[in-house]
Nanobody, 125 residues
Framework: QVHLVESGGGSVQAGDSLRLSCAPS????????MGWFRQAPGKEREFVAA????????KYSDFAKGRFTISRDNSKNTVYLQMNSLKPEDTAVYYC??????????????????WGQGTQVTVPS
């Protein structure tokens, strides 16, 4: 079992930036592809971005392209989501997820094996 811990959420003004981080608690020697998802109040969880273990291949949802960047530092066992030009519609709980297939770059939440508890991002209108 892998426990993922997200951090970096908060309340910011429209146009500001935030960087979310996600790391497993404890030690893990496994290689995981990673993804970010979000869920706004009253809406279903939706895909944001994903990257494989090597970090060389990434995938973004349409709303994330050009504003969000997923990256990872495997030496720190951490994946990041840099979010720029935030909008009120970006308000949601953001979750990171791990895929045991290190080559996976998936937008379907069912492809992920482990999930964090989420971190709240609020962009007031």
């Amino acid at each position: 079992q892998v426990h993922l811990v997200e951090s970096g959420g908060g309340s910011v003004q429209a146009g500001d930036s935030l960087r979310l981080s996600c790391a497993p608690s404890g030690r893990t020697g496994s290689r995981y592809a990673m993804g970010w998802f979000r869920q706004a109040p009253g809406k279903e969880r939706e895909f944001v971005a994903a990257t494989n273990w090597f970090g060389g291949t990434s995938k973004y949802s349409d709303f994330a392209k050009g504003r969000f960047t997923i990256s990872r530092d495997n030496s720190k066992n951490t994946v990041y989501l840099q979010m720029n030009s935030l909008k009120p519609e970006d308000t949601a709980v953001y979750y990171c997820a791990a895929d045991r297939n290190p080559l996976g770059v998936h937008s379907d939440s069912s492809d992920y094996d482990y999930w964090g508890q989420g971190t709240q991002v609020t962009v007031p209108s």
